[in-house]
């Protein structure tokens, strides 16, 4: 049984991985179709290409460490931006450069405006349970249900927010709720600002693992950081 449980964990983790450089390449191509500038379609592809990364550490570490959820939490960084770059790909090129062409172009960037935000939960969550999967104390709950929190007030105010978004120009918000911009824009900005504050803590809990951490945790801890100064 637990051989079985850890194939299966093997192929949901590189399956996860393939779909991530499936998508990676989908963006690419509409983002070279789609942007009529040099300096622009190098920074796209690079955008594909650096988040990949994401995917392919995270496979690697939850085929071998199923059990642990730091390697699915690196897949799912990975997949939410390769997504979400992939969907503003094709939104622009429905919208603006092809109008009409394929269907569903409100709907891509409907989920461009929150997409980004599971990713960056994940990544405070990687920050409050590394290396071990584990928080450094009970006490540091909190951090997370203030994450949970924010996730859940910034995601009402992107994805249901009325009026133009953001990323689609005068494009209106498919699932806007009429008449509530000012509860919309209260939620954003107490969202955001409740995500960067459990955010905070996630990487203070960081230093604080780093200052009680022996010879190999510490180097992990280390190399997280050289990882995240690179991206």
Known sequence: MRSVRAHAARWLAW??????????????????????????LKYGVGFFVA???????????????????????????????????TLAGYANYTLFSRPAVLPGPELAAWAVNWLYLPALGAMALLFLL??????????????????????????????????????????????????QEPVFRAAKVVGNLVFALATAAAILSLVTRFRRAGGVERKQLKWLALARAWC
């Open 130 to 179: 590394f290396p071990d999967g584990r928080m450094p104390s009970r006490r540091w709950l909190p951090v997370a249900w203030l994450a949970a929190l924010g996730f859940v007030l910034a995601f009402a105010a992107n994805a249901l927010a009325p009026g133009p978004m953001g990323n689609a120009g005068s494009v209106r918000n498919p699932f806007g709720l009429e008449g």
């Open 51 to 85: 988040f990949l990364g994401f995917s392919v550490v995270g496979a690697l570490v939850a085929s071998r460490q199923p059990r642990t959820p730091i390697g699915w939490l690196l897949l799912a960084q990975g997949l939410c931006w390769e997504l979400s770059g």
């Open 15 to 40: 399956s996860l991985c393939g779909l991530s450089v499936v998508l990676a390449g989908m963006g690419a191509l509409l983002n070279v179709v789609g942007h009529p500038t040099r300096g622009d």
